[in-house]
């Protein structure tokens, strides 16, 4: 059983600041071919919005829209991967979800539980 587990992460992070989140990936190494290892999030109100992805390769791919602020990166010994988010905004208040895409099946297969992020001063 593949289980992904968000960083409890900084809750509230004020503007201009970085947000830093962790995903902890257990049943299943990171680096296991076709799997693309997301971060996606909800604002309030809103649908779901992709950010990016590294992949099995370490390749990383990014939203267009947040492309500029964005960084994942991954420590495979620790079969974890980081999502920083640079300057946020009371925009980017969401729920940051972690998950796994699967190129096999071509749908987000896992998910974490998802972690609230407030960005306010």
């Known amino acids: 059983q593949v289980q992904l587990q968000e960083s409890a992460g900084p809750g509230l992070v004020k503007p201009s600041q970085t947000l830093s989140l962790v995903c902890t990936v257990s049943g299943d190494s990171i680096t296991t071919n076709y799997y693309y290892w997301s971060w996606i999030r909800q604002p309030p109100g809103k649908g779901l919005e992709w950010i990016g992805y590294?992949?099995?390769?370490?390749?990383?791919y990014y939203s267009p829209s947040l492309r500029s602020r964005t960084s994942i990166s991954r420590d495979t010994s620790k079969n974890q991967f980081t999502l920083q988010l640079n300057s946020v905004t009371p925009e980017d208040t969401a729920v940051y979800y972690c998950?796994?895409?699967?190129?096999?099946?071509?749908?987000?297969?896992?998910w974490g539980q998802g972690t609230q992020v407030t960005v306010s001063s």
């Open positions: 590294i992949a099995y390769s370490g390749t990383t």
């Open positions: 998950a796994r895409y699967s190129f096999g099946l071509l749908f987000y297969d896992y």
